[in-house]
């Protein structure tokens, strides 16, 4: 920054006074450089987090929709098999068999099938989207829903 200095006078003594007149260009030039740096830097670490981020809300909420559909199953009294073209089909309640979140779907070749009973057939489901997968393991009998983390493909 530009400075100058002027004496005023006051009675006998003198007092310097520091005036400012703005930065120079140098100063400004090496903050643009270094609000660059730190952009360049911090955005992308941003959208990583913010893509994982949606990744984890996706898989609980896939977790939910599926643990839902064990249990509307077994409440309708309703044999189901899982697919990929299932999935969206409408269950004897008139609702769809899973609401997937926008952009994902059932990994074709994918397989589940839900007794009227509770009890299912243990599987290992793939849900993807673009180049995201999540997988869900359910056990045999008790249909216990698990994750595993969700990892790019």
Request: charged share 20%; proline share 4%; aromatic share 6%.
């Amino acid at each position: 920054m530009q400075t100058s200095w002027r004496n005023k006078t006051q009675g006998n003594s003198h007092i310097a006074i520091k005036i400012a007149h703005g930065f120079t260009l140098i100063e400004m030039m090496a903050v643009m450089v270094l609000l660059g740096l730190l952009t360049g830097i911090i955005i992308p670490s941003f959208e990583r987090w913010f893509e994982s981020t949606e990744d984890r809300v996706a898989k609980t909420a896939i977790a939910n929709s599926l643990q839902k559909l064990l249990t509307r199953s077994a409440l309708l009294e309703q044999d189901f098999e899982l697919t990929e073209k299932t999935v969206n089909s409408k269950m004897s309640d008139g609702e769809p068999a899973m609401q997937l979140p926008p952009g994902w779907s059932l990994a074709p070749e994918q397989s589940l099938k839900i007794w009227r009973s509770g009890k299912c057939d243990k599987s290992t489901i793939n849900f993807t989207k673009k180049n995201s997968k999540i997988v869900l393991q359910i056990e045999e009998e008790s249909c216990f829903v698990s994750t595993a983390a969700p990892h790019q493909q």
